[in-house]
């Protein structure tokens, strides 16, 4: 299944949704430990995002997004992958 989303809509989640703060990490290992898990943001469901750009990684899209609560605080931007977004949990708004 491909996930289409395009930069100049908004969207939201529809379930809790890790925001990855890098696409490729520099050091693999510190991404994966205690301090590297805490750097990885949670889009808690009804949070919404802006795609600013796709890449693949693997084949499977990823997407640079610009985030905010449901409370519309800005999060941040970060990257999120495609497969956590599948089944339901994404909706435009």
Known sequence: MTMKLTTDRVYT???ETPLMPEFIPVDPWAAI???????IKRLQE??????????????????????????????GKGWVN???????????I
């Open 13 to 15: 989640v529809t379930r």
């Open 33 to 39: 430990s205690p301090e590297g898990l805490r750097r």
């Open 82 to 92: 495609s497969t956590a977004l599948l089944g339901g949990g994404v909706t435009e």
């Open 46 to 75: 009804g949070s919404t995002f802006v795609p600013i750009m796709m890449r693949r990684k693997r084949g499977i899209p990823w997407f640079y997004v610009s985030a905010s609560a449901p409370d519309g605080e800005h999060i």
